[in-house]
């Protein structure tokens, strides 16, 4: 599985970006995909996931209520709706897919995020 992440770029604190994330090589509409960050020096994160369909969907804490996970499974693309950014969001972010919540295989890339304040 090939995954290439898009949409990243520089925003000002408060403003909104959507994250892409495209799946090639091999239909990935029963994995779980999911969302991480890393920023510099610090272990990479998870941001969000969602399961075969979109009533499973999970976050984490620092997200919950401004970033929205979505699937589109006739494209195979995942997308990250981040609003109400702030500074500390900024990070390289990847886009991952597996079998299950736990165990992601396959890994993007990165698209940087950047919010300034």
């Known amino acids: 599985v090939q995954l290439q992440a898009s949409g990243g770029g520089l925003v000002q604190a408060g403003g909104s970006l959507r994250l892409s994330c495209a799946a090639s090589?091999?239909?990935?509409?029963?994995?779980?995909m999911g969302w991480f960050r890393q920023t510099p020096g610090k272990e990479r994160e998870f941001v969000a996931a969602?399961?075969?369909?979109?009533?499973?969907?999970y976050y984490a804490d620092t997200v919950k209520n401004r970033f929205t996970i979505s699937r589109d499974n006739a494209k195979n693309t995942i997308y990250l709706q981040m609003n109400s950014l702030k500074p500390e969001d900024t990070a390289v972010y990847y886009c991952?897919?597996?079998?299950?919540?736990?165990?992601?295989?396959?890994w993007g890339q990165g698209t940087q995020v950047t919010v300034s304040s």
């Open positions: 969602i399961g075969w369909t979109e009533t499973r969907s």
């Open positions: 090589g091999r239909t990935v509409r029963t994995y779980f």
């Open positions: 991952a897919v597996g079998p299950s919540i736990k165990k992601f295989d396959y």
